[in-house]
């Protein structure tokens, strides 16, 4: 654990970090900026590493989220509108999202024969065995990228962010 004037150094210093990352010569408006700040510039730094890794195999992040959502929903799939309230990520074009994956044959849709406007989506061997391609890769880059975070950390870490995310009124 830091003393006080040891962990007020380290604030100043991760400031600066972030401040020179970003040329702002201003101090922050509020701690909450701040974090806020750091929370998208690192969120984008971890997410170009993942893109990287996932673009060798032509896919991208959301591709790579639906793929392993409906690989988790089991062979009787979700409806589009269940896979699409499952996502890490927001995508607002659903639809092209996955007309994208079908036309690579990595996912197959089919219309409800009760209901034509529901949709099911399945993933297809293809998908399957793409995704057992891209498993550990990407295992070995999470742990890649947090090598130097003791896992205390990055579970409190993880907590806080819950927190955040889960504000309570």
């Known amino acids: 654990m830091l003393d006080n004037s040891r962990y007020n150094n380290y604030i100043k210093t991760v400031t600066k970090q ?8 201003a101090p922050f408006a509020s701690v909450e900026e701040e974090v806020y700040l750091n929370l998208l510039r690192t969120g984008e730094a971890l997410s170009q590493s993942v893109e990287n890794l996932l673009r060798t195999s032509g896919l991208s992040g959301t591709q790579y989220n639906v793929l392993r959502i409906l690989r988790g929903a089991g062979a009787g799939g979700l409806t589009c509108g269940e896979t699409s309230e499952r996502m890490v990520t927001h995508d607002p074009d659903i639809t092209r999202l996955l007309d994208r994956l079908e036309k690579r044959n990595l996912i197959t849709r089919a ?10 989506v399945r993933i297809t061997r293809e998908g399957l065995s793409l995704l057992a391609k891209l498993d550990k890769p990407l295992v070995d880059l999470h742990q890649n990228l947090f090598r130097h975070v ?3 950390d990055l579970r409190k870490l993880s907590s806080l962010l819950e927190k955040v995310r889960v504000r309570k009124a």
């Open 111 to 120: 219309r409800d024969t009760r209901d034509r406007r529901v949709v099911t």
């Open 18 to 25: 972030l401040q020179a990352e970003i040329k702002q010569k």
């Open 150 to 152: 003791t896992r205390d």
